[in-house]
């Protein structure tokens, strides 16, 4: 099972993301895990990322794509993956389903958490006061102005890929402003019936 998950930062991603890995056993890949990963792994894109990230750059879609690419071919990735945070830009889309196909593989599932954005800067904050409350580190997107700011780069960037996946008749979008287990419940179903249309 091959998905993807969308939807803007603080949308609850990474906790719906873990619950798929705990019941279907498939890893959860995350670009900037990879990316490290593949930095201090030494393989080939690793060294070429390396060199931009050390420079102050931005890696380049082509490297991302090249990283992704290996990554899926490890023994824990050939039953399935859940890409969180990618593709971030229709470019990003694009390559990465050619790459796919050049490997006989296709995305089963895109997953798009539908939230009411005005509402996520309350949501953020709390998350932080509970941080707090429970003795434990405060994230550092979790301070309200690190996070208007990558809810602006979202809506400018990454907002456009879910009607690319919609078109291609593989977006199923869900209510993350419910309950967290009934978002679960309903992240499940759409995925019985991407598995069914397989």
């Given at each position: 099972m091959r998905l993807i998950f969308l939807g803007p930062p603080?949308?609850?991603k990474g906790t719906q993301a873990a619950r798929i890995v705990a019941k279907h056993g498939?890893?959860?890949l995350s670009t900037g895990d990879m990316l490290r990963a593949a930095v201090s792994a030494g393989t080939p894109v690793g060294q070429k990322a390396k060199v931009v990230?050390?420079?102050?750059?931005?890696?380049?879609?082509e490297i991302v794509i090249?990283?992704?690419a290996d990554r899926i071919e490890e023994a824990d990735a050939r039953k399935g993956f859940i890409l969180d945070g990618f593709p971030r830009t229709l470019a990003q889309a694009e390559a990465l389903d050619s790459m796919l196909e050049s490997k006989g593989l296709k995305i089963d599932s895109v997953l798009e958490l539908v939230v009411d954005q005005s509402k996520l800067v309350d949501?953020?904050?709390?998350r932080a006061a509970?941080?707090?409350a429970a003795g434990q580190p405060v994230r550092k997107d979790d301070d309200p102005e690190v996070f208007k700011t990558r809810?602006?780069?979202y809506n400018r960037d990454t907002a456009i890929v879910a009607p690319y996946y919609d078109k291609r008749g593989q977006l199923t979008q869900i209510d993350g402003m419910q309950p967290i287990d009934d978002v679960t419940r309903a992240i499940e179903a759409a995925l019985g019936e991407a598995v069914q249309a397989r």
């Open positions: 603080g949308a609850g498939i890893p959860q990230m050390e420079a102050g750059g931005l890696v380049s879609d090249g990283i992704v949501r953020i904050v709390k509970e941080a707090r809810l602006e780069a």
